[in-house]
């Protein structure tokens, strides 16, 4: 699914030029690890990936990582932020069977934008084409935001995982998204108001606890997937 990571390696199957919301999908590359670690201490404090849980995680088998950045104004290149800023981050894990998210986190500046969305949109594509039947991704149970962008895009409530996020201590809830059933179309509600909900999986940097992570729509605020609550 990915190359090894060490010099600006991408992933296959990115969706390369994907464009929404005012921001630009790409593949995860090297140079990047620096503003993720800067989004990642932002967004979830104690609970954020290291450098080396970061490397680890992307160079671990099945994984597919994209950013999200600053498309600036139409023709001009530019932004208000610099060239081409990260403001965005997602990634899933593939194990042959089902993709679970592992997290999704966006800037605080940009939340309430559709970037959450955007890239959460981005990983059920990817695990479509995967041919995964399936995604899987916990988020925190007080999380309201980040549950009610998962069930706009229709994942279900499976059950609670006891004090799952760490070192918070809170419970999370595990929500599944069938891929088997009718493919899911685009809702005529406005869902463009990302929230602030960022969360990571629990796979990564937390082990079985699994840390937060920070997505955003409508009412999210973090990210989907190993780390805690998207949105």
């Known amino acids: 699914m990915s190359s090894t990571v060490g010099g600006d390696v991408v992933y296959e199957g990115a969706p390369w030029g994907s464009e929404s919301d005012g921001v630009e999908l790409r593949p995860l590359r090297a140079s990047d690890f620096d503003r993720v670690l800067e989004l990642e201490r932002l967004l979830f404090g104690r609970g954020a990936w290291t450098y080396g849980m970061l490397a680890e995680e992307l160079a671990g088998l099945g994984r597919w990582y994209v950013v999200a950045t600053d498309a600036g104004e139409p023709g001009t290149g530019k932004t208000a932020a610099g060239p081409e800023p990260v403001v965005g981050y ?6 042959g069977d089902v993709t679970q998210v592992m997290t999704i986190g966006v800037d605080p500046a940009y939340q309430r934008r559709g970037v959450g969305r955007t890239l959460l949109q981005a990983l059920v594509d990817r695990s479509r084409q995967l041919g995964a039947e399936a995604v899987l991704l916990e988020v925190r149970v007080d999380n309201d935001p980040a549950l ?13 995982r006891k004090r799952y996020y760490q070192p918070e201590n809170k ?3 595990t929500m599944r998204l069938d891929l088997r059933a009718e493919e899911i179309t685009d809702s005529d509600e406005d869902v463009s108001g990302d929230g602030g909900a960022s969360e990571h999986g ?5 082990g079985a606890d699994g840390e937060g992570a920070a997505v955003d729509d409508g009412a999210a605020e973090g990210a989907a997937g190993t780390k805690g609550d998207a949105a």
């Open 90 to 95: 997602a990634g899933l894990w593939f194990d």
């Open 148 to 160: 009610t962008l998962y069930e706009r895009f229709g994942f279900e409530r499976l059950g609670v």
């Open 171 to 173: 419970d999370a809830y």
């Open 202 to 206: 629990g796979v990564s940097g937390g």
